[in-house]
Structures are given as structure tokens and as C-alpha cells.
């Protein structure tokens, strides 16, 4: 990497970022040096600005971040380091160090899941259709998702696009119940097909 350290006397941002949950956990700063140990030792190293040397992340408390990937931006003087932690980031014990918990997002996705949740925690006083079905128990709710199913392969034999997406949608959506139901959640799904993909 053919990286400019002229900017910022010697040093460049480096952003890190966890590899799994794509959660931006801290911003350091590296001089060659520190780049140099991060790649010997697959530990991401800094350089301190306050103590004016090197600082390998978790050296004291053992929270250390582990290298996954570097890349270089498109000015030659910023590092977005993939990394692997172990444990949290932060000096004051959060997960990352904007105080956010370092888990999943999968954006819409994850709302929906939150909505859901919150309408079944909440059940007895909801008068939603989601809280309805979780008040009908697992069965209606298991049932919901095979009509569902049902409506898409019909939808799927067919040419209209727009009620195969609609039945597609009718169908995830009850499944994001049916999850809820038994105790999981979409994450519980993503690690299978994951451990399945390094097969």
C-alpha cells in the first residue's frame, strides 16, 4: 500500500470496523511503525498522539482486536482495518466507542423484528393483528406461514410479479412471527447458513 502519511505528521486515520456485524467499533491513528507490528503480530496496533508511542489495542486489559483485512481510501491517507474483537472496545467497557452494542443490523429488518417483539411482549394490551396472532398461540401462527407459503408457489407459477413480491413479502413477514414464537430470531437463521457456506 502506497500510503500518504504527509498530512497529519506521519500519521493516518484508521477506522476499525468489526468484520461479522460491520459495526464501526473505534478511530485510532497509525504511523508505519504501528502498521508494520499490526501486520507481524495480526493484532491491530496503534500510535498513541498522548503517550507518543506504540499501543497494541487490549495490551493491558487483553480485549485486543484481532486483523482480518486493511484497505486504503481513495486519497492514499485514510485505513479501514476489519478486525475480530475480543471483548469490548472501549476504554470505558462499551462494545464500540459511540456506547452502541456491537450486534446485527440488518436495517429494515431489524426494526421489523423489534416491532414484532414489542407487540408480543405486549400482547395483552395490543389490539394489532401481530399481537392477535400471538395471542391465537404457535399453531395459528405456524398455519399462517403455510398459507403463505402455499400463496407464493401459486404466485410463483404465474406472471404477475407484483402479487408473487406481495405474497413473498406476506410470507417473511409471518415467518419473522413464527420466529418470534419459538424464541429466535433472523440471526439465529444467518449463523446456520453461515456455518453451512464454510462446509
Known amino acids: 500500500m502506497n500510503i500518504d502519511y504527509t498530512k497529519n505528521n506521519g500519521l493516518v486515520p484508521a477506522i476499525i470496523q468489526d468484520e461479522t456485524t460491520h459495526k464501526v467499533l473505534?478511530?485510532?491513528y497509525m504511523n508505519q511503525e504501528a502498521l508494520n507490528k499490526t501486520l507481524e503480530t495480526?493484532?491491530?496496533t496503534f500510535f498513541s498522539r498522548t503517550k507518543q508511542r506504540l499501543w497494541t489495542k487490549g495490551e493491558e486489559s487483553g480485549h485486543v482486536l484481532k486483523l482480518v483485512s486493511i484497505k486504503?481510501?481513495?486519497?492514499?491517507?485514510?485505513?479501514?482495518i476489519k478486525v475480530t474483537p475480543e471483548g469490548p472496545t472501549c476504554h470505558k467497557g462499551s462494545d464500540t466507542c459511540?456506547?452502541?452494542d456491537n450486534i446485527r443490523d440488518y436495517g429494515f429488518l431489524t426494526t421489523l423484528e423489534t416491532i414484532i417483539a414489542d407487540r408480543k411482549n405486549n400482547a395483552a394490551e395490543d389490539t394489532s393483528y401481530v399481537a392477535s396472532l400471538f395471542a391465537k398461540g404457535i399453531n395459528k401462527i405456524a398455519q399462517k406461514v403455510g398459507e403463505e407459503a402455499v400463496e407464493v408457489v401459486i404466485e410463483a407459477k404465474d406472471s404477475n410479479d407484483d402479487l408473487f413480491l406481495n405474497e413473498s413479502a406476506d410470507l417473511l413477514f409471518h415467518y419473522l412471527i413464527l420466529l418470534q414464537a419459538k424464541g429466535f430470531e433472523i440471526n439465529d437463521i444467518i449463523?446456520?447458513?453461515?456455518?453451512?457456506?464454510?462446509k
Open 26 to 28: 473505534m478511530l485510532g
Open 98 to 100: 459511540w456506547n452502541e
Open 42 to 44: 495480526q493484532l491491530v
Open 72 to 80: 486504503l481510501d481513495c486519497d492514499s491517507d485514510t485505513l479501514l
Open 191 to 198: 449463523k446456520i447458513l453461515e456455518q453451512r457456506a464454510v
